[in-house]
């Protein structure tokens, strides 16, 4: 199934990586459409009762039920085949049990081919239809990922009743907590960046997250508290080529909950689960390369951009309603995406300007750093379907050279209103950028990357399960309302 090719190296490791850790189980992870990992588990021994049992797996994989999976197959098509990636094999971190973590490749049992709805394989298209264009050979990304610790979360929703609650001992609302005693060092409202211990409570918390992450193969630059009290954090990994920071940012997502959750904590990256307080992103940098050659690097461009940079974001910035279906998926998304909480809700681009919803660094003058950062996309996105959108846009941008215009260097929150009706923004709600996907859409299509089955799918579930779910119920604060 696997067309018999088979990485002989990565079974090596594989090999060795059971020998080595004592492996008991192999846990086998794949993406369902949403973003979440979903997995299941085999003893090591099933790897050796045939004769030639690598082969067997990695050719033929192993059977689910993908009816039980959001965003798949229907009842009376329910069977999908798992086809492990034996590149992708580390010692799973969050196991007590020896445990080999692989990531997995969907197929359909009966047409022997991908399955159309695999995000994985949604990123692998995009990877392989950028050479097709000769524009370049390969893409790079680096995505900034936020997310909350909180000490506490419970929330419910019943016919008679719906509220959440969220408690941080970080947070600046227990100021006035009796704590026997309450030592005072709560960081104000958006003032969490960079204050040193005791007020980033979670330094080390933090620090044994990233040394996790190394052990797994991601390399890691910074870590560091964030903007929002209540415990906001970064953690930002080195770039790398398409699917393999898909890859990575799962395992992060795995590991950061998972190491919470030993400390008796909670991560979450939902956008903005604090009101009044900044919400969490992804911005996402992103280059393109042809051999050892930066392309969007130019010495003489703006902000040393090249012109098919430019148009890059062009694309960007003319697809980016219909993008937001993908790179801010949820309802509570657009509670970030808000003018006031450094959310970059504007379509422009700009060079250091992070209200521009297309930053341009310009730390370095380094040709191979020269990249651009877009900035609306958030943790609640699948990766691969977040990365592979972006790449498309983008590269509409380069085929059919639509300019973005001129940049904006200015606070862009500071400008008249005049001059913000003049100012593009990004969707005001979920249904919204819905809608724009809906009638904006052809440029995924390119290459087969995404079709048409795995859009309406997405339009379908996100109506039906999280738009719909979310307007037909009452809201506490409109009880405040009516009184």
């Known amino acids: 199934m696997n067309n018999g090719q088979i990485n002989e190296q990565a079974i090596k490791n594989i090999e060795k990586l059971i020998k080595e850790n004592n492996i008991q189980i192999v846990d086998l992870k794949f993406n369902d459409l949403p973003g979440l990992w979903q997995h299941f588990s085999i003893p090591v021994s099933e790897l050796y009762e045939i004769d030639d049992p690598i082969k067997s797996i990695w050719v033929e994989g192993i059977g689910f039920d993908g009816s039980s999976i959001r965003g798949f197959q229907k009842i009376q098509e329910s069977d999908m085949i798992l086809i492990p990636d034996p590149t992708t094999a580390v010692v799973d971190p969050a196991c007590e049990i020896p445990t080999l973590s692989i990531i997995c490749d969907i197929y359909d049992p009966l047409t022997k081919k991908p399955y159309t709805r695999d995000p994985r394989y949604v990123a692998k298209k995009a990877e392989e239809f950028l050479k097709s264009t000769g524009i370049a050979d390969k893409s790079f990304w680096g995505p900034e990922l936020e997310f ?5 979360v419970r929330f419910d929703q019943t016919e008679n009743a719906g509220y959440y609650y969220i408690d941080s001992n970080e947070g600046e609302w227990n100021s006035g907590r009796d704590e026997k ?14 204050p040193v211990p005791p007020h980033d409570s979670l330094q080390d918390l933090r620090s044994e ?28 990994m080195k770039f790398d080529t398409l699917v393999r920071m ?19 904590m909670v991560a979450t990256f939902m956008p903005k689960p ?19 050659q930066n392309i969007f690097f130019d010495k003489k461009g703006y902000a040393l951009l090249s012109q098919t940079a430019r148009y890059y974001i062009g694309g960007l910035l003319k697809h980016a309603k219909s993008l937001m279906a993908f790179c801010a998926p ?37 040709p191979k750093t020269k990249r651009i950062e877009f900035r609306p996309p958030d943790g609640s996105s699948n990766p691969y379907l977040a990365f592979a959108a972006m790449l498309m846009a983008g590269l509409d941008g380069i085929i ?15 400008l008249t209103d005049e001059e913000l009706k003049q100012i593009p923004t990004v969707p005001k709600s979920l249904e919204e950028a819905l809608d724009a996907l809906e009638k904006d859409h052809e440029y995924l299509m390119r290459g087969n990357v995404f079709t048409q089955d795995l859009i309406e799918t997405w339009l379908e579930y996100k109506r039906d399960h999280e738009c719909d779910a979310v307007r037909l119920r009452p809201h506490p604060y409109e009880f405040y309302l009516d009184i």
């Not at 009044?276 to 050892?292: E, R």
């Open 330 to 366: 949820t309802t509570n998304s657009y509670k970030r995406l808000v003018p006031g909480y450094e959310a970059p809700v504007n379509l422009v681009y700009s060079a250091r300007n992070r209200s521009a919803a297309v930053r341009i660094p310009v730390y370095t003058e380094n």
């Open 400 to 414: 059919n050279k639509i300019d973005p215009g001129e940049p904006v260097d200015k606070n862009i929150y500071e």
């Open 181 to 194: 005693p309450n030592l005072g060092y709560k960081p104000r409202f958006k003032e969490g960046y960079f």
């Open 246 to 264: 898909a890859d990575k940012c799962m395992m992060y997502k795995y590991i950061v909950k998972n190491v919470a959750r030993k400390h008796k």
């Open 274 to 292: 604090l009101f009044g307080d900044n919400g969490s992103g992804m911005h996402t940098h992103q280059s393109l390369w042809k051999g050892d």
């Open 209 to 236: 997250m990233i040394l996790t992450m190394i052990k797994t193969g991601i390399p890691i630059e910074v870590h560091h508290h964030e903007v929002a009290t209540g415990g906001q954090c970064e953690i930002d």
């Open 148 to 152: 909350f610790i909180f000490n506490d």
